[in-house]
């Protein structure tokens, strides 16, 4: 594929077809987000993890519609050829369809989201997730570990570790494509059971801390580039030290201020030869 050419459902269907790995990454802002386009990642999640990883809270629970309208926007500005799905947050989609879709649709009308993420398979998720579909807006459904399920889930734990609770990811799986989602995040689950559930789905399945058979993987661009510390889980790979080189920028540049070596002479403005000469005129005149 040309760098160029726009992923859609269609690239994504091929990819699925073809078993060809599928790159997905996070980005909250305008410069992330033209990096990971740039680089070819197929696509770029605003996840609602922006809660903890960039405004700093406990859970994600706390992001609300306006912050991720305005972070997707942001997202959007440095996008090209990616493709853009959307956290939706917590409680604007869990209390009723018809908020759900104007939610849904507010991504797509205000801030150049091409596809939505619905975490949970229960019934009303499984509705939802339908009359977004049936709306013009595509759904990334999200099972096993979802952390807006949090408080209920106990902790952060894997999930799908028996048979019984294999069988219930599987059946929401299967009632989720069957309402017409484009693929399955499937967070921290065994790999074998991920592998199963990947055999036996037509979409594909991104994985997060579900094994090496997926059809794609996800993790959180902070993660994997060492930026973010307060907490880094066992599947986020770290590919560099981003915490580090900026801490070592930001103590180069106090000591350089403490000590006048910032700015040099090669760093400022200057008045030209005739506009020199008038000042020395000035600065003599009194
Ligand atoms: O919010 C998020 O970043 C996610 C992931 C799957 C990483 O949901």
Known sequence: MKKSEKVTL????????????????????YSTAKI???????IILVGDSLAMVALGHKTTHSVGMEEMLHHTRAVSGGVERALI????PFMSYQSDVKDALINAGRFIKEAGAYAVKLEGGYEHII???????ESGIPVLSHL???????????????????QEALEEILKQAFELQEAGAFGLVLEMVPEECAKIITEKLDIPTIGIGAGRFCSGQILVTDDITGKYEDFTPKFARKYADVASVVRNAVNCYKNDVQEGAFPSEA????LNENEKQKLESLKSGR
């Open 10 to 29: 269609n690239t994504i269907k091929k990819y699925r077809a073809e078993n060809k790995k599928i790159t997905v990454l996070t980005a909250y802002d």
């Open 36 to 42: 990971l386009d740039e680089a070819g990642i197929d």
């Open 85 to 88: 799905v959307v956290d939706m």
């Open 127 to 133: 509705n939802v997730t339908k009359r977004c579909v």
């Open 144 to 162: 096993g570990f979802t952390p807006q399920f949090l408080h209920t889930l106990g902790g952060y734990n894997v999930q799908g570790k028996n």
């Open 267 to 270: 760093e400022v403005f200057n």
